[in-house]
């Protein structure tokens, strides 16, 4: 049923946005067409068709898509830089387990700094039978107490643990205990992230 329900009433909203892609053209509002088409293809990565488990390219490729939307909002502010092999985009995540952390960088990081300019950073490598991905940026760091509170999934959200708990959640619920998120940060020198998962193959909708 949740799958069904994920393929009809998206279909409404994609619908409409294409509506608006194309009156937009009509008008030649072309960033305002942009836009749409962005937000469009964001909400299609971010529901994909129901399931849970997505390959790496499609979460990169939604990462793409936000930060593209964000710069419209942002003046081009964000810099986005990723380093991830073939290999990695043929394995399967967690679907929205990498955007939020990306989110968090730009909104709690990198637009909190004076000027809110600056560089979110993607890389991984498989180790053994796991992967790593490191998110980075060059924002205004944490504290260990904000990393901590953070990570505490007893303690209430924070402004700048945002989805996060939730992510840790996910993931130790589908991976198992022994993946998760680390943190490193200091203020004034921005944050990396490591998100650890398994190394598994993505051989189509899982």
Same mark, same amino acid.
């Given at each position: 049923?949740? !799958?069904l329900? !994920?393929?009809?009433? @998206?279909?409404?909203?994609?619908?409409?946005?294409?509506?608006l892609?194309w009156? !937009?053209?009509?008008?030649g509002?072309?960033?305002?067409?942009?836009?749409?088409?962005?937000?469009?293809?964001?909400?299609?990565?971010?529901?994909?068709? +129901?399931?849970?488990?997505?390959?790496?390219?499609? !979460?990169?490729?939604?990462?793409?898509?936000?930060?593209?939307?964000?710069?419209?909002r942002?003046?081009?502010?964000?810099?986005?830089?990723?380093?991830?092999?073939?290999?990695?985009?043929?394995?399967?995540?967690?679907?929205?387990?990498?955007?939020?952390?990306?989110?968090?960088?730009?909104?709690?990081?990198?637009?909190?700094?004076?000027? @809110?300019?600056?560089?979110?950073?993607?890389k991984?490598?498989?180790?053994g039978?796991?992967l790593?991905?490191?998110?980075?940026?060059? /924002?205004? /760091?944490?504290?260990?107490?904000?990393?901590?509170?953070?990570?505490?999934?007893?303690? @209430?959200?924070?402004a700048n /643990?945002?989805?996060?708990?939730?992510?840790?959640?996910?993931?130790?619920?589908y991976?198992?205990?022994?993946? +998760?998120?680390?943190?490193?940060?200091?203020?004034?020198q +921005?944050?990396t992230?490591?998100?650890?998962?398994?190394?598994?193959?993505f051989? /189509?909708?899982?």
């Amino acid at each position: 049923i949740k !799958a069904l329900q !994920a393929q009809i009433n @998206p279909h409404f909203l994609y619908n409409t946005l294409d509506l608006l892609h194309w009156l !937009a053209e009509d008008y030649g509002a072309d960033e305002i067409s942009e836009i749409v088409s962005l937000l469009s293809s964001f909400y299609k990565l971010s529901l994909s068709k +129901g399931v849970d488990v997505i390959s790496v390219k499609d !979460a990169i490729q939604q990462i793409e898509v936000y930060v593209k939307l964000q710069n419209f909002r942002f003046g081009d502010s964000i810099n986005l830089e990723i380093q991830l092999s073939q290999e990695i985009y043929e394995l399967s995540i967690l679907k929205l387990l990498l955007q939020p952390i990306v989110e968090n960088s730009i909104i709690h990081g990198i637009l909190e700094k004076e000027p @809110p300019v600056g560089t979110v950073s993607i890389k991984g490598y498989i180790t053994g039978d796991d992967l790593n991905i490191w998110i980075s940026d060059n /924002g205004i /760091g944490m504290t260990r107490k904000q990393i901590n509170q953070i990570m505490d999934l007893s303690h @209430p959200n924070t402004a700048n /643990g945002y989805g996060i708990k939730n992510v840790i959640e996910r993931i130790r619920l589908y991976y198992g205990s022994q993946y +998760g998120l680390t943190y490193e940060s200091q203020p004034g020198q +921005g944050t990396t992230v490591l998100v650890k998962i398994p190394s598994t193959k993505f051989n /189509g909708e899982q």
